[in-house]
Each structure stands twice: as structure tokens, then as C-alpha cells.
């Protein structure tokens, strides 16, 4: 009986520790170290750390695409160059690209 409690409360502990690091892809700190804090801490200061963590550096960029070719641009010009040598006016549709 205390070996199969023993076993549900290490099971959670370690749910609980690739949960919170699980949360932390898009933070400063990283998910290896706040899953180092929750397995050799607790996962209550796995979750402190994460809050406390600055968010990770988010770049947008804003980038037009032909609906019809799939070609990206990044200046915003009115119809897509290459649908205008096949006889096609396409207008380009502006996207936003988010990278961490």
C-alpha cells in the first residue's frame, strides 16, 4: 500500500515539473532550467521561477503574401510580380510573423 502511494506521488511530482516546464518555451530562462528547479526544488518554485522569468525576445515582422503563389515579400507592393507575368492580378494579403 505505501509503495503504490509512493509511486501516484512521484508520478504526480514529475507531471506536475514537465507541465511548468513545458510553460516555459517562451520565456528568458529556458524549459530545462525551470524543469531543474521543479525536479531538484519543488514544482511550486519551478512555477515561482517561470513567473519571475523575463519573457523571451518575440520578433514580428510584418510580410505580405500572394494568396494564390504562396511567395512572401516584405515590401507592400499592390499585385504579386510573378502572377502578373502569367496575365493574373493577385493582391497580396499582409501577415505577421512571430519568432522567438
Do not use: N
Not at 11 to 19: D, E, G, N, R, T
Amino acid at each position: 500500500m505505501t509503495i503504490t502511494w509512493f509511486i501516484s506521488l512521484l508520478l504526480i511530482y514529475m507531471i506536475l515539473s514537465f507541465v511548468i516546464s513545458a510553460l516555459a518555451v517562451r520565456k528568458k530562462i529556458g524549459r530545462l532550467k525551470v524543469f531543474l528547479f521543479s525536479i531538484f526544488l519543488t514544482p511550486l518554485t519551478g512555477l515561482l521561477v517561470y513567473k519571475l522569468s523575463a519573457p523571451a525576445h518575440v520578433l514580428s515582422i510584418q510580410r505580405y503574401r500572394c494568396v494564390r503563389c504562396g511567395v512572401d515579400f516584405t515590401e507592400p507592393i499592390g499585385d504579386c510580380p510573378y502572377c502578373k507575368k502569367e496575365g493574373r492580378h493577385t493582391s497580396l494579403h499582409a501577415i505577421q510573423v512571430v519568432c522567438i
